[in-house]
Every structure is written in structure tokens, then in C-alpha cells.
């Protein structure tokens, strides 16, 4: 079974630029998560689709960033204009139940936005 | 939101069993408790979870005492590729935001 691909895997970008983010949950997984990495500090969750919608986007930083699901498969984070605070490591996790059910999340392996 | 407090950094030696405990004293009735472990350039990989007594999968045991005021992660006879950090997760899992990443704890495993 493959698992969460996230694409691009690095990405640097000059600020006031455009960024955008794409993550592939496991096939059959509803729910997929965003979350990210500042430097320094703490993964911090951004926001959860069930299928193609938002059913919580309380930790999205601000409306810089825009997150989509069409047809409830792949997602995108969209930065847009991208400033340096929003550098860190974007991690995508999907899951087929709501608590991750016995394997829990199966995140992906990031994608390194640098952000000049 | 369950705060959860584990030891920055820890060394072990290969073939020593590890024992990793957390400390989340506000855990709420409906919370479970889930460990994660990471590598670098990595995202957390899920070891284990439980809500109450023993719970133990081929990769490793999670201790979880009458009053859950804490958990303990064991990983029996660690190697050198179990280096890594490892976070312990507490939340009632319905949504990802219940899941607070904290610094975690970095094993560090010796030759």
C-alpha cells in the first residue's frame, strides 16, 4: 500500500512569491491533516479535511494560506504571498477513521518550504 | 488540550531495553495515548496507542497505569537505527488539532 506522498519534497522561494503544496493521502483515507514545523519550534496542527471538507482549519496562520480538497483525494496548501516566518517543514497525515484508528496517522514525509 | 511533559534527550546502549515515560496529568476521560516515533528529513511514523493497563505490539509496549496520569513507552532491545525522537501524544484522536506535538524525546542510541 503506498503511503502519504507530499510533493514538493524541498521548495525555496523568494518572499511576496507563491507556493503551493500538494499531498496524496492513502487511497480510501477521508480524513488528512495538515500540520507544520516552524524552526524552533513544535509541529503544530493547521487543519483537517473529512472527504472534500473543512472540518477544522483553527490552525491555519493566517489567510496567506489556503488549503483545498477537490473531490475529497489529493490536497493543496497554497501560500500565497509567502513571507520568511512561513519557512519550516510541511507534513501531510491521513487516516482512514477519526483517531487514526490501530495505526494511527500515516503522515508523509514533508515538504522543506525556505522561504528568501 | 492535555499537556504532556518527557524527557528531552535520553542514551541508551544497544541491546538495553528503553523506557520512555510522559507525564500528562490533565488527560481527560476520552483521551488516548499515542507515541510516535520520527527520523530526520522524516514525518512521525505511529509505534503505539492505548487508554488504559498494557498494550504491546511487535514493536513495542505501552504502560499505562490505573490513573493515567502517565504512560510509559518500552522498546525492548533498541539498535542503532531506533535513534530517533519519539512523541508522546495525548487526545481524544476525533480531530488531528487534539494531537499536541510537544519537543519529544531524543534516544539516542550508542554503540
Redesign the interface.
Known amino acids: 500500500e503506498a503511503g502519504v506522498t507530499q510533493f514538493p519534497s524541498h521548495s525555496v522561494i523568494e518572499k511576496g512569491q507563491t507556493v503551493t503544496l500538494r499531498c496524496d493521502p492513502i487511497s480510501g483515507h477521508d480524513n488528512l491533516y495538515w500540520y507544520r514545523r516552524v524552526m524552533g519550534k513544535e509541529i503544530k496542527f493547521l487543519l483537517h479535511f473529512v472527504k472534500e471538507s473543512k472540518q477544522d482549519e483553527s490552525g491555519m496562520p493566517n489567510n496567506r494560506f489556503l488549503a483545498e480538497r477537490t473531490g475529497g483525494t489529493y490536497s493543496t496548501l497554497k501560500v500565497q504571498p509567502a513571507e520568511l516566518e512561513d519557512s519550516g517543514v510541511y507534513f501531510c497525515a491521513s487516516s482512514q477513521d477519526l483517531g487514526g484508528s490501530e495505526d494511527g496517522y500515516t503522515f508523509g514525509s514533508g515538504t522543506r518550504l525556505t522561504v528568501v | 488540550l492535555a499537556k504532556t511533559t518527557q524527557p528531552i534527550s535520553m542514551d541508551s546502549y544497544e541491546g538495553q531495553e528503553v523506557n520512555i515515560t510522559c507525564s500528562h496529568n490533565n488527560i481527560a476521560t476520552n483521551d488516548?495515548i499515542?507515541w510516535?516515533q520520527q527520523f530526520p528529513?522524516?514525518?512521525?511514523?505511529?509505534?503505539i496507542?492505548g487508554y488504559k493497563t498494557k498494550v504491546t505490539n511487535e514493536v513495542a509496549s505501552l504502560f499505562i497505569p490505573a490513573d493515567r496520569k502517565s504512560s510509559t513507552l518500552s522498546l525492548p532491545r533498541v539498535s542503532l537505527s531506533d535513534t530517533a525522537v519519539y512523541?508522546c501524544l495525548v487526545g481524544?484522536?476525533?480531530?488531528?488539532?487534539n494531537?499536541?506535538?510537544?519537543?519529544g524525546t531524543r534516544l539516542s542510541v550508542l554503540p
Not at chain 2, 481524544?92 to 488539532?97: F, I, V
Not at chain 2, 494531537?99 to 519537543?103: I, L
Request: glycine share 18%.
Open positions: 488516548y499515542t510516535y528529513s522524516q514525518g512521525p511514523r505511529f509505534i496507542q512523541y481524544d484522536g476525533n480531530y488531528g488539532q494531537f499536541v506535538f510537544g519537543p
